[in-house]
């Protein structure tokens, strides 16, 4: 089966918004083995829209279109896709009743141009949603399927979920294409390239490619089989294999985050984290907090821009603040321990460095320490980040993450 | 002028990179008065590449495609253009020395498979790299363009900069697009929608269109021109129209963010801030360090997630941790004062609140309290935010923001 991903909205080509909804959607069809060849943009237009959905139709088995099915005068899918299968609009009366229920459960009055979101081209489904008010519309004919959904990610996303990627799996019947990402940590781009070097050239299926970002590589293995249970035994043992080469810098073989990995790892330890932050401001306590249920482990952050408040927040000594200053070693083991003391937490983790572009306490931008300070270990680690001031912002909270991860998994040991 | 921007790469069609060139491209050419009517995305594949090439051309005066210029066996987009426009590929000698000096200069041996990208077809112009390796290609003929440029951004931006966007322009002699932009906060989506319901109907040159995000409303106004200057001369009344009518709410009338705006308020009052913050686990600190210098206005932020931080940190009494708890009016109110205090800041804000999906102390998910204590305004305000954890949490963040903004402007006095 094959698909094309349209998506509808002037807003798209003068690029005010950028077009993630294509990319969400080609992953899922992806995943179901649906094989996307096109992606269409275009304006809020009735005739370029029924071209598209024309195009579309000539090249691909289903056509998934996001966006102009809100309720104003420039929303024009619905009209669109009437035009190009040759439908009339017709008005529904229970999408009409959906609609005044909604503003009524909103003690929002009903504008009358709202009820253009209940008319429906003839010979058509439609899909209320659960969030928003614009129904989606499905269209099938002699195997060719149109759906039109809403452009708001979250609106597009459950009449993916909930609708259009099960029919779409049903009626594919298709081959499954499967990927499983390693990512991996504290380890360079160039160290992976090397001890990868003969899959990314000869392993076919699954396939091996890598991705680096700030302080990660990412391995993607994808492998094409008639049935999800087939493809991913194929991908099983060069995964492990994947895992093995790259030994402890690899952090997961699932989809998880690094901080998701601490965090779990930090639950199963029953240790509380505290942490001191320097150029990060704020950066590490916003990741580790990023899951619901992060108050089982992490208690809090001081954040500390000034050496003043490093001094009588964290309680940094006036030595050290006069000696090697606020981006060194020292300083950095002490933040730790200012933390692990000032929120009574098991753990303390700290980064002190500068994000740049100036230079900053006699250190040149991407110089970062990072320390770590626990009842059984007490480790600190140097490194020059390079890239500018959000890149070594970014690959600082990777390496304090690390650190941490490392630490739980007892690989780091005083 | 029309213009058509074509993304290739099999890569964005199975959803593991997002399009993001397409977006960007759509933008300059706007701002230059180019009409964007399309975007189209393939894989690496040469008889679509070669369609896709066809029909922008049947639909624009000028495609831009990016991607698929690499040296590598998938990458055929020269290929693909070299049968869409009818042309033969001819290896260029000056690209080869250009390719071997690059990789001398990196003292790396040059594979052969990199010639490839010496190859460009017969009737086009090339465009030398300052960044990687991969020319751009240029072609013309009776009125219509093709410029085929690396997909790496920072390559494509350079070729877009550098050749295209000054070649198209002239082309056109193009009337201009000139867009501004007025973001509010604090005010209701449906408020912005009535106050200006006259302008969003009326208004054709410049066109008034409002987006709305957690906590920010953008109303953005675009017109048409024969220079820049006359759009310009014909967006200013109306802005300042807009700006009137939002009122206290509109906090630029720039491109800036609403922590843009904290900060350079922060500076020409010579204050220092210092936060404390619950839900939001840093992002408070985050977004008011994210421009260089933020240390000129910025102490540190208190993260507290447990109520014993609360207590220990910020000196949160017992009374209002053992009675209305930690998401209450007085809870804000102590860590405000907190803040201020361990910091030894001018001013304090302060942020206590549940991003969910749980309750939390006995409040629902959304409750958030913002207070600022200042040694002439104590002020606290409470409401309930819509939404999943992120956006309760970034809605948050945002009204602790424009509660320092409102102090700063005098605007919230006790």
Redesign the interface.
């Known amino acids: 089966m094959r698909a094309e991903v349209v998506?509808i909205g002037t807003e798209?080509?003068?690029?005010?918004?950028?077009?993630?909804n294509?990319?969400?959607?080609?992953?899922?069809?992806?995943e179901i083995g649906v094989?996307?060849?096109?992606?269409?943009?275009?304006?809020d237009n009735v005739e370029?829209i029924a071209d598209a959905f024309r195009l579309g139709l000539e090249r691909a088995d289903a056509v998934i279109s996001t966006g102009g099915l809100g309720p104003t005068q420039d929303d024009v899918t619905r009209e669109g896709l009437s035009l190009a299968i040759g439908a009339e609009l017709e008005r529904h009366p229970e999408i009409e009743e959906f609609l005044r229920e909604k503003f009524r459960s909103l003690r929002?009055s009903m504008p009358e141009i709202n009820l253009r979101q209940a008319d429906v081209p003839s010979g058509c489904r439609y899909m209320l949603p659960e969030r928003g008010t614009a129904p989606g519309i499905a269209w099938q004919r002699d195997g060719k399927r149109v759906y039109a959904i809403p452009g708001v990610p979250a609106e597009m996303r459950e009449m993916m979920q909930g609708t259009i990627l099960p029919e779409l799996s049903e009626a594919s019947g298709a081959s499954a294409l499967v990927s499983r990402v390693i990512r991996a940590t504290g380890i360079a781009e160039s160290k992976v390239a090397e001890l990868l070097d003969d899959l990314f050239r000869g392993s076919t299926n699954p396939t091996v490619a890598y991705l680096a970002s700030s302080g990660e590589v990412k391995v993607?293995l994808t492998a094409k089989a008639a049935s999800r249970g087939e493809a991913e035994d194929l991908i099983r043992p060069v995964a492990e294999e994947v895992a093995h080469r790259l030994g402890g810098a690899a952090f997961t073989t699932g989809d998880e985050d690094l901080e998701q990995v601490v965090g779990r790892l930090l639950r199963a330890a029953g240790k509380m984290v505290?942490?001191a932050?320097s150029l990060?401001?704020?950066?590490?306590?916003?990741r580790?907090?990023?899951s619901?249920g992060?108050?089982e482990y992490?208690?809090?952050?001081?954040?500390?821009?000034?050496a003043?408040?490093k001094r009588?927040?964290l309680g940094v000594s006036k030595e050290t603040l006069e000696g090697p200053g606020v981006v060194s070693e020292e300083c950095a083991r002490e933040m730790a321990a200012g933390a692990r003391r000032?929120?009574?937490a098991e753990v303390g983790v700290a980064l002190t460095g500068v994000?740049?572009?100036?230079p900053h306490g006699g250190q040149p931008p991407g110089q970062v320490w990072v320390a770590l300070d626990a009842a059984d270990v007490k480790e600190v680690r140097g490194f020059r980040a390079p890239g500018d001031?959000d890149q070594v912002v970014r690959w600082a909270e990777q390496s304090a993450l690390d650190l941490l991860r490392r630490y739980l998994q007892h690989r780091v040991r005083s």
Chains 1, 2 share one sequence.
């Not at 094989?35 to 304006?43: L, S, T």
């Not at 994000?355 to 100036?358: D, I, S, V, W």
């Open positions: 998506g798209i080509l003068l690029g005010q918004i950028a077009n993630s294509a990319q969400w959607i080609s992953e899922r069809l992806a094989d996307v060849m096109h992606h269409q943009a275009v304006g370029r929002r993607r505290a942490c932050e990060t401001g704020g950066g590490l306590a916003q580790l907090t990023r619901p992060a108050s992490f208690l809090g952050s001081a954040v500390c821009y000034s003043e408040s009588h927040v000032v929120f009574s994000a740049g572009p100036e001031r």
